[in-house]
């Protein structure tokens, strides 16, 4: 996980226990949490802008058509993925400003209703999809990235245990960050090692 996410979940419990001391929320510590937001941003747009360049490069690099298929298959899962996530994340964003104690609405979502199903699913095509480009274009390194740092449970149910059983609106923000920044890199890691 990033060092970024780190300082979210951090943010997160002090979040929590202040809100649970009086009910209300500083305006200070809205500002912080408004001033996460915009850092989680700017690091979203940052990773969405290096992996478009390298796609972009990719693409016309004069690469053979199997190859320029399998970029293009990539770029389309990686673009849904993202959506999906900042969909979700839009949804815990409001959450997190009206009522960022609801964990039972996070953790219902996210084990019961799909959510976490469908992540698991678009990050392991995203690796699969990765691995199977990297093998082509010698950037071995990329091959099971996701699954070192973010897939670290061999089963959907035991990963979604453990990253969303206990889960409030903004650590599943910062988690979906995390998960769109990794999709984000080892698309671009599998494209090229600049």
């Given at each position: ?106 953790k219902i979502l996210f084990l019961y209703k799909g959510v976490g199903d ?27 990235s996701l699954r070192l740092t973010v897939l670290n449970k061999p089963t ?14 903004f650590t599943a923000m910062a988690l979906l960050h995390d998960f769109t ?14």
């Amino acid at each position: 996980m990033s060092r970024l996410l780190s300082q979210l979940s951090l943010l997160c419990l002090i979040f929590l226990s202040c809100n649970g001391i009086g009910h209300s929320i500083d305006d200070s510590f809205k500002g912080r949490v408004a001033d996460a937001k915009e850092e989680l941003r700017k690091e979203d747009e940052q990773a969405r802008n290096a992996y478009r360049e390298s796609y972009q490069a990719a693409l016309h690099d004069g690469s053979d058509p199997t190859l320029q298929k399998m970029f293009i298959h990539l770029d389309s899962t990686i673009r849904v993925g993202a959506r999906y996530m900042d969909s979700i994340s839009g949804e815990m964003s409001v959450l997190v400003d009206k009522d960022p104690t609801n964990t039972e609405y996070a953790k219902i979502l996210f084990l019961y209703k799909g959510v976490g199903d469908t992540l698991y699913a678009t990050l392991n095509r995203v690796n699969d999809l990765a691995g199977a480009i990297a093998l082509q274009t010698g950037h071995k390194s990329t091959v099971d990235s996701l699954r070192l740092t973010v897939l670290n449970k061999p089963t959907v149910d035991t990963w979604k245990e453990q990253d969303f059983s206990v889960l409030d609106p903004f650590t599943a923000m910062a988690l979906l960050h995390d998960f769109t920044y990794e999709i984000f890199q080892v698309g671009k890691g599998c494209l090229s090692e600049k």
